[in-house]
């Protein structure tokens, strides 16, 4: 049966919960030899490497730099957080998966939580019910032995291993079980690469929150960017995405916000009552179109603007940390303290190629 292949439940606390409960029988549990390969929260160095474990001190070294991003998603992650173990849920959160078909179901799977993360693989994983075939063909000669209980399948394209893609399917599936049980005479140079899947499209943000690592070059971050304006209460955030574009539902909101007379009446009904900031209307806002090239150019201005600035900021930033011992001082874990580094370093490179994007297209607007 499935439940013998992984813990598994349909919410993440509640796997955690499941986890726990399993932690607690010790060597009765079935799952007592997986259980034993999981570490404590102090093997597991993730209460230097999650934010969601740093101390309160931390947060008046980041604002500057990343406008409060992470504090933020730690602070809405906090109820989820409090219905669970510590422990539990830091291992739920960086080592379970989905479960297909469906991916409604949570699940820790052996020997599949040791697989890190590589945005651009595309690593898949199904679920093999009792009954079919060793590939899940359940057509009859299909030449592949039936299994008598349920199975998960992965299949690892080539450019899942670290390095030497020209490899057949075939030379790939030999090398990949011979990591495990490699024989004697081996000489394939794949014995020793590491294999990758891909957790998801997950942005920098998210991977440091619940998993303890900053990706670099991620193609997949994206970086929330607040501009102030003075008409609002507070700051618009728009998205940054590390291909360089700017996330046009977040631009939405900005174009309403910067709109005249003449743009306004040529509004729908319900784009002008969210352009008046009428409760109920923010979800018109974030389909607002190009408006007219006036109000573009001057979204787009300040934009460029507040990621100039951005840049800057994170630039002086790290050129404080960089000198003498001052991270050392505020931030004794060496862990923590690269995290912090690489994180904003990451963030600086993302809004600094939405910047360059911006400049190419409309060098006008920057003297």
């Not at 080539?158 to 081996?186: I, V």
């Not at 003075?230 to 618009?236: D, E, G, K, S, Y």
Request: contains cysteine; hydrophobic residues 35%.
């Amino acid at each position: 049966p499935f439940d013998t292949l992984c813990l598994s439940s349909t919410t993440s606390d509640g796997l955690a919960d499941r986890l726990l409960f399993e932690s607690t029988m010790g060597e009765s549990s079935f799952f007592a030899p997986y259980l034993d390969t999981i570490p404590t929260l102090a093997e597991s160095g993730f209460t230097s490497s999650m934010p969601r474990f740093w101390p309160e001190e931390i947060w008046d070294l980041l604002p500057q730099g990343d406008g409060k991003q992470l504090q933020t998603a730690v602070e809405l992650d906090q109820d989820r957080l409090k219905l669970s173990d510590d422990w539990a849920q830091a291992m739920v959160d960086s080592r379970s998966h989905f479960v297909p078909p469906n991916g409604k179901e949570y699940a820790m799977t052996p020997v599949l939580d040791m697989i890190n993360h590589k945005p651009t693989v595309a690593t898949t994983m199904k679920r093999v019910p009792a009954g079919s075939s060793n590939d899940g063909n359940e057509e009859e000669g299909s030449g592949v032995a039936a299994d008598k209980s349920d199975r998960i399948l992965l299949q690892i394209p080539a450019d899942a291993w670290q390095e030497d893609n020209n490899k057949s399917s075939n030379d790939l599936f030999a090398s990949f079980k011979n990591l495990f049980s490699p024989p004697a005479s081996q000489t394939n140079n794949l014995q020793e690469q590491e294999v990758f899947t891909s957790y998801g499209n997950m942005p920098n943000v998210e991977l440091l929150l619940n998993y303890g690592f900053v990706c670099p070059n991620n193609p997949c971050n994206t970086e929330t960017l607040p501009i102030p304006l003075i008409r609002a209460n507070q700051p618009m955030v728009v998205a940054c995405h590390a291909n360089g574009s700017l996330a046009s539902e977040t631009l939405g909101p900005l174009r309403l916000a910067l709109i005249n007379r003449e743009e306004r009446e040529r509004l729908s009904e319900e784009q002008q009552k969210a352009a008046a900031g009428v409760n109920g209307a923010s979800v018109v806002a974030s389909t607002v179109p190009v408006l007219s090239p006036r109000n573009e150019l001057e979204v787009l201005a300040l934009v460029g603007g507040t990621l100039e600035e951005a840049v800057y900021d994170i630039k002086n930033l790290l050129g404080e940390y960089e000198q003498g011992d001052f991270l050392t001082q505020k931030v004794p874990d060496v862990t923590t303290s690269s995290l912090m580094v690489s994180y904003l370093k990451e963030r600086q490179s993302t809004l600094q190629t939405c910047l360059t994007s911006i400049q190419q297209e409309y060098p006008d607007l920057f003297g």
